[in-house]
């Protein structure tokens, strides 16, 4: 075969390689239209199934708006990237939702422009991000005309985390436009009440009014045997003295898949003796002790958690002291990847009590809130009638253990009721039985979604907002998270089970670990030179010392000979070591730079050797051939 010959076959193979390029990449986007790999480490981009079945459960179109400001974020690159995390996440969204049901629309707000109008009619305001003001929230209607909003996305770590569930609680709540029912059962005249000592009637807690604002609150009775059915969830407040009937239709109403958010407590300070009631009797405690065991939760209503770590002050006289009963729990004491406590900074509780599993417990039992290490469990009788806090301390012991003070309760339940309906009574005497209601009668639940918390107080408008009077309105400043902590918790029990499922993602930005490891070697190298230097500069100053004193003519002010000599040795000794100081900060900076450039030779060098390395042997095999020339 001719020179000529082989480059003519060399130069029409080129170009059917070419065309079949052109035709491999035209039948892949019709063939492979919408095919995503999710490539990262921890599939950030890939939905979970209960946000994929939140998606294609939506019936009505909805329009999500996305508002980032393009053009003034050009000097943000950080923020950029969480944008286009953002944005891509919501492009998955509309991927996965039925055709045409989720509309996405980027939108630039430039200053003045009505898109900006657009923005603030939603809602959104501008927050000020490296000295400029900049748009970065989300706004969403539906077809009937509702809007729901998250006003900014923070990129830090703890938002970041939550970002899926976010969006999806937006979607799920413009797919279900219905306000959410919330059934109050309460032991505590938390929804107001009458003060016999003034004879007024007094205002509800703040936390009922926060809740009201949100949610369609429905009071319920103080006995019952059933729950109604558009009741979405229960929430549960010092039950002390629910008769058989009320605790039945509360074990019924889990099992049939409703969700309950239920406060018990060892003492509930804020209804025993003291300010609120003017008298003297003691704190009462509640419990719902059939219903915990057969649920497989243990809990003592006659045990206290002390805290020395969390500890908050209190005034006594006119010295604070330490109340090691009332705790403030802070970032450390919460779960982060949970959505309930995810991003909240303090929640004060007051002689709150713990739960913890027992023994062979079906159920999982898991922590939100918690005490630190350095904290007992102590008998409630202590904290009766104490007129000193600091008498708590004489004797106190950590015992090393984190008390579950508040906990999400799943998995498997039964029933405490494994007879059927209790009777009901009328005037002292029992009613037969409704027949109904026994058929409905429900033994078990293969799943439940529970939030149990062990403290009455927090609730309690004194341990987390001040409430004052301004031109006849109630001003409220909250100084706790104690309000949000609630409100979470109905939020997040009110969505749908696929909603309920969703924890916190990793985030997407990827922490150099090998970084980390060197400086944390070259600080902890660093801070036992500085105390060597130290420890000499101590042992030095001891010897003149010690030379001073031996001297027999302490009149005089001139150092001898040895001392001089002492003196110049520890000087040319803190030079060395002062040397040494700045050679472990210049290893590490060396060692950075180090692992720096041998990461830009791989990802610039290694693919294209790799790439001649696999044409060359391409070559060699093809020479190797028969009949090749």
Do not use: C
């Not at 020179?3 to 019709?30: C, D, E, K, P």
């Not at 690159?77 to 991927?95: D, G, I, W």
């Not at 630039?108 to 939603?122: G, H, K, N, T």
């Not at 030779?601 to 051939?625: F, H, Q, T, W, Y």
């Amino acid at each position: 075969m001719s020179t000529r010959s082989r480059q003519r076959i060399g130069y029409s193979t080129l170009v059917l390689m070419f065309i079949a390029f052109i035709v491999a990449v035209m039948v892949s986007n019709v063939l492979l239209r919408g095919l995503r790999i999710d490539l990262t480490q921890n599939q950030l981009y890939t939905l979970s199934p209960g946000t994929r079945k939140v998606l294609q459960k939506i019936e009505e179109p909805i329009n999500l708006y996305l508002f980032f400001s393009n053009q003034d974020t050009q000097t943000l690159p950080a923020l950029r990237a969480y944008a286009n995390r953002v944005t891509e996440t919501l492009q998955e969204f509309t991927a996965h939702a039925p055709e045409g049901k989720l509309v996405l629309h980027v939108v630039d707000p430039l200053p003045f422009s009505e898109e900006e109008d657009r923005a603030e009619q939603f809602g959104l305001q501008a927050a000020n991000v490296g000295g400029k003001n900049v748009y970065f929230g989300l706004a969403g209607s539906n077809s009937v005309g509702t809007t729901d909003t998250i006003a900014f996305f923070d990129p830090e770590a703890s938002k970041e985390a939550l970002l899926e569930y976010d969006l999806a609680k937006l979607v799920y709540n413009l797919a279900n436009p219905k306000k959410t029912v919330v059934g109050l059962l309460s032991g505590a005249p938390i929804g107001g009440g009458f003060d016999p000592r003034t004879q007024q009637p007094t205002q509800p807690w703040v936390i009922v009014e926060q809740a009201r604002q949100l949610f369609e609150l429905r009071m319920l009775p103080e006995s019952t045997l059933k729950i109604d059915d558009d009741v979405n969830v229960l929430w549960v407040v010092h039950p002390a003295m629910l008769d058989d009937a009320t605790e039945y239709a509360l074990d019924q109403f889990v099992l049939r898949g409703g969700r309950a958010l239920i406060f018990v407590d060892p003492m509930a300070e804020i209804l025993g003796g003291g300010a609120e009631t003017g008298a003297f009797a003691p704190a009462p405690s509640s419990n719902l002790e059939r219903l915990f065991k057969a649920w497989g939760v243990e809990f003592s209503p006659s045990d206290v958690v002390a805290d020395n770590r969390y500890a908050l002050n209190v005034r006594m006289g006119q010295r604070p002291t330490r109340h090691i009963g009332l705790l403030g729990l802070d970032m450390d004491a919460m779960t982060r990847d949970d959505p309930i406590t995810s991003g909240l900074g303090t929640i004060n509780v007051g002689l709150a009590g713990y739960f913890k599993s027992a023994d062979g417990a079906a159920t999982k039992l898991t922590p939100l809130l918690q005490s630190s290490a350095e904290a007992e469990s102590l008998p409630a009788a202590r904290f009766q009638f104490l007129p000193d806090p600091s008498e708590l301390l004489n004797g106190f012991k950590a015992t090393g253990t984190q008390y579950v003070i508040a906990a999400r309760l799943e998995r498997p339940l039964k029933t405490a009721f494994p007879d059927g309906p209790p009777p009901a009574k009328d005037e002292g005497r029992d009613k037969p039985i409704d027949e109904t209601l026994k058929a409905a009668h429900r033994a078990s639940a293969e799943s439940s979604n529970l939030v149990l918390v062990a403290d009455v107080d927090m609730l309690s408008d004194r341990l987390w907002v001040q409430v004052q009077s301004f031109l006849g309105q109630r001003v409220m400043n909250a100084f706790a998270n104690n309000g949000d902590f609630v409100v979470n918790a109905l939020d997040n029990l009110s969505g749908s089970a696929d909603l309920i499922g969703l924890k916190s993602r990793a985030t997407y930005t990827r922490p150099f670990t090998r970084v980390d490891k060197l400086r944390r070697d070259a600080d902890a190298k660093f801070r036992r030179t500085e105390q060597e230097l130290q420890s000499q500069l101590s042992e030095t100053e001891r010897k003149l010392g010690e030379l001073q004193t031996g001297r027999n003519d302490k009149s005089s002010m001139l150092m001898n000979a040895e001392q001089q000599a002492e003196i110049q040795r520890f000087l040319d000794e803190q030079v060395r070591i002062r040397k040494d100081l700045r050679a472990v900060r210049r290893n590490l900076d060396q060692d950075i730079d180090s692992l720096g450039t041998t990461l830009k030779v791989v990802n610039i060098l290694v693919m294209p050797i790799a790439l001649i390395g696999v044409l060359l042997l391409v070559v060699v095999v093809r020479r190797r051939k028969p009949g090749a020339q």
